[in-house]
């Protein structure tokens, strides 16, 4: 008694294995997932979403999916809420007009701080919304708040950003928004910082006074007093 073995061949072509190699490599190499959500949401923002004014709180809509999990695999990996602040401020440039005019004005702008507070975690498979609104602006920064909310209005976490404006001035690209866009519709313009941001600005200058220690006086970095709120620690223009 025989028995009869078949072999199946399969042939790839050999611009298949090019495609498919190349592929790979491009996965690989390069965070494809999130530029490509970058460009959609870029465009959403510009072509097909209504315009908001500068004190405008804008909203983004997410979901937490399985390469958002971290190795626990129960809920949203802590470095995501980061990433998802890309996407969320994008859709602020946009829609406020912000980065237009910042670019516009021969001006650029890049993140200088962060920090957030997590609260609760976000389960796989929950959909959630990112808020945003601009706090507070000086000549150099806009400090803008994130909120990641999840079902029932719950707030998961909630980020502050620091975004440093370059080679033009934040107050004055502000101020044209606000008479471009908002004409008396949106809330007061802040005219103080809040003291929740008042105080994380002061960590920051402590943190950036230690990095420069050793080019500052020591009686900057050893003060003979508790800084008080709005109160901050002389820095220098190095940094």
Not at 68 to 73: E, M, N
Request: net charge positive; hydrophobic share 45%; with cysteine.
């Amino acid at each position: 008694m025989s028995l009869a073995v078949t072999m199946w061949t399969v042939c790839v072509p050999g611009w298949g294995a090019a495609l498919a190699a190349g592929a790979l490599l491009l996965y690989g190499s390069l965070d494809v997932a999130y530029f490509a959500r970058m460009m959609y949401t870029v465009a959403r923002a510009r072509y097909f979403r209504k315009k908001a004014c500068i004190l405008e709180t804008t909203e983004i809509n997410s979901w937490c999916l399985l390469n958002d999990i971290d190795t626990l695999l129960y809920h949203m990996n802590n470095a995501r809420y980061l990433r998802e602040l890309d996407f969320a401020r994008a859709d602020f440039y946009e829609r406020t007009g912000l980065y237009a005019n910042i670019k516009a004005a021969g001006g650029a702008v890049v993140q200088a701080a962060a920090t957030i507070r997590y609260r609760r975690y976000l389960k796989p498979f929950t959909r959630f919304k990112i808020t945003s609104k601009a706090v507070y602006w000086d000549e150099k920064t806009l400090f803008m708040e994130h909120e990641f909310v999840g079902p029932g209005g719950f707030v998961h976490a909630v980020a502050v950003c620091r975004q440093r404006v370059i080679d033009t001035s934040a107050a004055a690209i502000a101020e044209l928004l606000l008479q471009l866009h908002c004409a008396g519709t949106c809330q007061p313009t802040p005219a103080k910082m809040p003291p929740e941001l008042e105080l994380w600005v002061q960590s920051n200058e402590i943190s950036s006074a230690k990095l420069r220690a050793p080019q500052m006086p020591q009686s900057i970095l050893h003060t003979s007093h508790n800084l008080g709120c709005g109160e901050m620690v002389p820095s220098l223009d190095t940094e």
